[in-house]
């Protein structure tokens, strides 16, 4: 699954690539989440990793935070629900994509969706 990840996630970073998105300083302030975390989990598998860091708990708790997360970063909320549902319906069909109604769980899945491949790409360094 994590390799069909990488193809998948060219498609999604091309997608961010073409919006005034700034996937970079996303990649960027996500790698330094993880650096920060994963000794917290030494001994944790990395599709384990990536279940502990972004889905046992919430990157950006509260809809304010959330909504300047996605201002600092330049992503319209439409530009982020597409990215996600675009993710989902690959991943898991049109039966398997949610409504995003909040900027924190909108937030929170884009995060799920980047930080799964730069810990993929960390994987592979």
């Not at 950006?60 to 909320?77: D, M, P, R, V």
Request: aromatic share 16%; charged share 25%.
């Amino acid at each position: 699954m994590v390799n069909l990840l990488l193809c998948y996630g060219i498609f999604y970073y091309s997608n961010f690539n073409n919006t005034d998105m700034n996937l970079e300083t996303i990649k960027q302030e996500l790698q330094e989440y993880i650096n920060d975390e994963k000794s917290n989990y030494n001994d944790v598998d990395i599709n384990d990793l990536h279940y502990h860091l972004f889905n046992e708990d919430y990157y950006i708790i509260g809809y304010y935070k959330a909504e300047q997360w996605l201002k600092k970063h330049n992503i319209n909320i439409f530009q982020g629900i597409s990215f996600v549902q675009d993710y989902e319906r690959e991943m898991f069909g049109n039966d398997g994509m949610r409504n995003y109604d909040n900027a924190e769980s909108l937030v929170n899945m884009i995060v799920y969706i980047i930080g799964e491949e730069l810990l993929y790409e960390n994987e592979k360094v």
